[in-house]
């Protein structure tokens, strides 16, 4: 059976299952945090699948997540394009040089097909020793067109073009819409069970322009990609755009711990997967009892919303401490048990 075909692990159907057992799905964001275990720098985990993966599993092995993504990195599908993009030994890649000002510029671009690229076939390649390897939902992290419109133009610039070149700003979003989508195809095809659109530059829209720019990109995303489960992550206080975000048909958000877990259940209903989200920020500097603590305030706001999986804000970085992480586990463990335990005594 190829991997096309194969059965998928669904983490929205995980997510219910446990919750009818009183539990939830522990599942950080987090793949950086490997590196201390591989001894290995940021960019020999970006350029090379064998060693990612290497990160990857350790970090499973030591902390066993009900599910695992692999390596978040913003700039794998613009590094592809032919952008100018930093890699430093130690940090994420960032996209230095935005080079589309017209029609032109954008239509340049539009012969390269970024499957041809070898940082995008390390991220294919992990994906697939993930999917042999782990007995779990496993993910892959994509860009959102929106945010590689943004980084082919600027993000300040691309807002300033949807009022004064709507043109140019529908085109670079579509194109780059296009982009995402072979990359995502690659990528199910690899073994993905589910796929998070990271889409950071969408919080500076509001509700009207997401619904008008986005929302029949991401429905037809959804089509398209049946099989597997689509995420969508905002960066930032998305709590303006919840709304529009659940009504893209998206099996799940992933939020930022800027946004009210409670409120947002409240806003998108019970039949949304939320996702989400303790501060990476908080694990990496508070210590072990105010991760825990924090994490138990979490589980609480969301222990009236059905498909929740217990995750933090956004990406870890490669140097939390792992106490922290096991904080963190413990925290979902207890709360499980004791919820279990409450049923038990009402029923």
């Known amino acids: 059976m190829s991997i096309r075909t194969q059965q998928r692990f669904s983490l929205s159907s995980l997510a219910k299952t446990l919750y009818e057992q009183g539990r939830r799905p522990i599942v950080p964001l987090m793949g950086y945090p490997g590196l201390q275990l591989t001894k290995t720098t940021i960019k020999q985990n970006q350029f090379n699948h064998i060693v990612q ?36 030994l130690e940090e994420t890649p960032s996209v230095e040089h935005h080079p589309v000002k017209t029609h032109e510029d954008l239509r340049r671009f539009g012969k390269i097909d970024i499957l041809g690229d070898g940082r995008v076939l390390v991220f294919i390649e992990t994906i697939h020793h993930m999917r042999s390897a782990f007995p779990c ?38 194109f780059s819409y296009q982009v995402v989508i072979r990359y995502m195809q690659a990528l199910r095809d690899a073994g993905a069970d589910m796929i998070m659109v990271l889409e950071p530059t969408a919080v500076i829209f509001g509700p009207a322009q997401f619904r008008q720019s986005l929302t029949s990109l991401y429905r037809e995303m959804v089509g398209i990609f049946d099989d597997i489960e689509i995420i969508l992550h905002v960066c930032g206080d998305s709590t303006h755009l919840l709304k529009v975000m659940a009504d893209t048909g998206v099996a799940g958000l992933s939020l ?8 947002a259940a409240e806003i998108v209903g019970s039949q949304v997967m939320l996702i989400g989200n303790l501060s990476p920020i908080e694990i990496l500097t ?17 222990k009236n919303h059905p498909p929740f999986v217990l995750s933090t804000g956004c990406d870890l970085p490669q140097d939390v401490p792992f106490e922290n992480i096991d904080a963190f586990f413990k925290a979902g463990k207890d709360w499980r048990q004791e919820f279990v335990i409450k049923k038990a005594k009402v029923s």
């Open 256 to 263: 930022d711990s800027m946004v009210d877990l409670k409120k």
């Open 137 to 174: 939902p496993v993910g892959a992290y994509v860009i959102g067109p929106l945010t590689l419109a943004g980084l082919l133009i600027g993000a300040n610039e691309l807002a300033i073009k949807s009022l004064i070149e709507p043109e140019l700003f529908r085109e670079t979003i579509e």
């Open 53 to 88: 993966f290497q990160s990857l599993s350790r970090l499973y092995d030591r902390f066993q997540p009900d599910a695992m993504f692999f390596m978040m990195d913003l700039s794998v599908e613009a590094s592809a394009l032919g952008l100018a993009v930093r890699f430093p």
């Open 286 to 302: 508070a210590n072990p009892n105010e991760v825990y603590i924090q994490t138990m305030e979490i589980l609480d706001k969301t």
